[in-house]
């Protein structure tokens, strides 16, 4: 583990903590959130979100200017939230996201919402439904990830109540994509697990319907906000992107949870299924156990022959590295160097690079507070030599100058068609993963004009 050697930041992994709970708002139903902020924290997010979808997604802005900028704008996240209200009488949750600016000059956002409880909604809008939630998510610290972590925990906190138990299991997915969503539902159904799936994107692949375009929503209810109090259990696929939301849960609801492993690659979804048996009493059907079999099959296919030895660099959210260089290691390749896009401090105490500070056998650098220039000087200074790089879009222009294969993972990936669609969880998204791995290296022979017989074919 290391730190980055520069201050400042060339060409950022991610972006900021207001895009995070942007991200959990998309995933709710009947949802809007209020970006507290200039204009463009909101449409540059929704540009990121269209480039990686496809889709359309709602999201306003208080749209502050100069003078608000200086003086305060409480005024406008009234203003926002009477127009959003009126024009949209389906909306019954409003998150109030704030921003660099306005963590800046100290607006006031909790007054703001029991100014607008006790007047607004309660004279104008006595009939509807409404919920404002404040999230606190300032663009100067932390990244879309913390910003991610910290509006689940706000969801769950406004929402979670305690009734009866209703024998579910809280699914905390992280960012992720409609893809993984379905792979894990169909494990879920498989296991005849009930399970809470938060937050909701599988129905961000939206139809194009004979009445007319239909604007993406996800499919978390309130009710489904409200039961996670409820619940047997809460699982966390993510360390960094739901963790606050079960601690939470299990400190004024008694929830137990487990946080963890992300379920990329064979022995982290081994694990994933036996916290699903441990938590549930479910048995693993033999169902599965043929799916993980297929899965082993497809990878035994590639492994030695095409993988062995191969030097891998990794960058984007931190979990999703993490879960990925596992998997490489399991499948005989070198990740040789991992980027974590933010300074959060719990990484070096994370269990799992502990455990690759203790097994790993080979050179591997881990660089908190990573940005994609840390990639592109290793690279032109030959500090380090790559078969593949494993990342986002962002990272495309370092592949392309430096002649090295890259497999776009992450988000946001917006030069490959459909990716969203497929998982990178489950056996079947290791399946998937270990074989676009393998294309994409092959691929780069034939540009490189690499001829048969490096891939031992006779």
Same mark, same amino acid.
């Given at each position: 583990m290391k730190k980055k050697e520069r201050s400042g930041i060339i060409n950022p992994i991610f972006t900021c903590q207001p895009a995070g709970a942007q991200y959990v708002s998309i995933g709710v139903e009947d949802c809007i959130g209020i970006v507290h902020g200039g204009q463009g924290c909101v449409m540059f997010v929704r540009l990121l979100f269209a480039q990686h979808f496809k889709e359309n997604f709602l999201l306003a802005s208080s749209s502050l200017h100069e003078d608000t900028a200086v003086l305060g704008a409480t005024h406008r996240v009234e203003e926002a939230v009477d127009v959003l209200?009126?024009?949209?009488?389906?909306?019954?949750?409003?998150?109030?996201? #704030?921003?660099?600016? +306005?963590? &800046?000059?100290?607006?006031?956002?909790? *007054?703001?919402?029991?100014?607008?409880?006790?007047?607004l909604l309660k004279e104008k809008y006595a009939d509807r439904e409404v919920h404002l939630i404040s999230i606190s998510t300032p663009s100067f610290k932390g990244s879309m990830v913390s910003g991610?972590?910290?509006?689940?925990?706000?969801?769950?906190?406004?929402?979670?109540?305690?009734?009866?138990?209703?024998?579910?299991?809280n699914l905390i997915t992280g960012w992720v994509n409609p893809g993984d969503v379905t792979a894990l539902k169909h494990l879920l159904s498989v296991m005849e697990v009930d399970a809470n799936v938060l937050f909701e994107t599988e129905s961000f692949d939206s139809p194009l319907m004979?009445?007319?375009?239909?604007? #993406?929503?996800?499919? +978390?209810? &309130?009710?489904?906000?409200?039961?996670? *109090?409820?619940?047997?259990?809460?699982i966390v696929l993510n360390r960094y992107e739901g963790k606050l939301a079960a601690d939470f849960l299990e400190r004024e609801f008694e929830i137990?949870?487990?946080?963890?492993?992300?379920?990329?690659?064979?022995?982290?979804?081994?694990?994933?299924?036996?916290?699903?048996?441990?938590?549930?009493?479910?048995?693993?059907?033999?169902?599965l156990v043929r799916e993980r079999g297929v899965a082993i099959d497809a990878l035994t296919d590639l492994v030695h022959m095409f993988f062995a030895d191969k030097?891998?660099?990794?960058?984007?959210?931190?979990?999703?590295?993490?879960?990925?260089?596992?998997?490489?290691?399991?499948?005989?390749?070198?990740?040789?160097?991992?980027?974590?896009?933010?300074?959060?401090?719990?990484?070096?105490?994370?269990?799992?690079?502990?455990?690759?500070?203790?097994?790993?056998?080979?050179d591997?650098?881990?660089?908190?507070?990573?940005?994609?220039?840390?990639?592109?000087?290793?690279?032109?200074?030959?500090?380090?030599?790559?078969?593949?790089?494993?990342?986002?879009?962002?990272?495309?222009?370092?592949a392309m100058d430096n002649d090295i294969p890259m497999l776009r993972v992450g988000f946001p990936v917006y030069d490959r068609a459909g990716y969203y669609r497929h998982p990178i969880v489950g056996y079947a998204g290791a399946t998937w993963l270990a074989?676009?791995?393998?294309?994409?290296?092959?691929?780069?022979?034939?540009?490189?004009?690499n001829k048969e017989w490096i891939l031992n074919v006779w």
């Open positions: 209200l009126m024009r949209y009488p389906e909306v019954k949750v409003i998150p109030i996201i #704030s921003t660099c600016s +306005t963590e &800046i000059i100290g607006d006031d956002v909790d *007054g703001v919402i029991r100014k607008l409880e006790n007047g991610y972590d910290i509006a689940v925990r706000d969801f769950v906190k406004k929402f979670a109540t305690k009734t009866e138990p209703n024998g579910k299991i004979p009445e007319g375009d239909a604007v #993406s929503y996800g499919g +978390t209810t &309130i009710k489904d906000l409200e039961s996670t *109090g409820d619940a047997m259990g809460t137990p949870s487990i946080i963890g492993p992300t379920p990329i690659g064979i022995r982290n979804t081994d694990t994933f299924l036996n916290n699903l048996k441990k938590m549930s009493g479910k048995p693993i059907p033999q169902s030097k891998v660099a990794i960058f984007g959210n931190p979990d999703l590295v993490i879960g990925l260089a596992e998997f490489c290691i399991d499948l005989e390749m070198k990740p040789v160097l991992l980027l974590l896009g933010d300074d959060n401090v719990n990484y070096s105490n994370d269990p799992r690079i502990k455990e690759f500070e203790e097994k790993v056998e080979f591997m650098e881990i660089v908190e507070n990573a940005d994609l220039w840390d990639l592109e000087r290793r690279i032109k200074d030959k500090e380090v030599e790559l078969d593949l790089i494993i990342g986002h879009s962002k990272g495309r222009f370092i074989e676009e791995m393998a294309n994409v290296l092959f691929t780069d022979m034939e540009y490189k004009k």
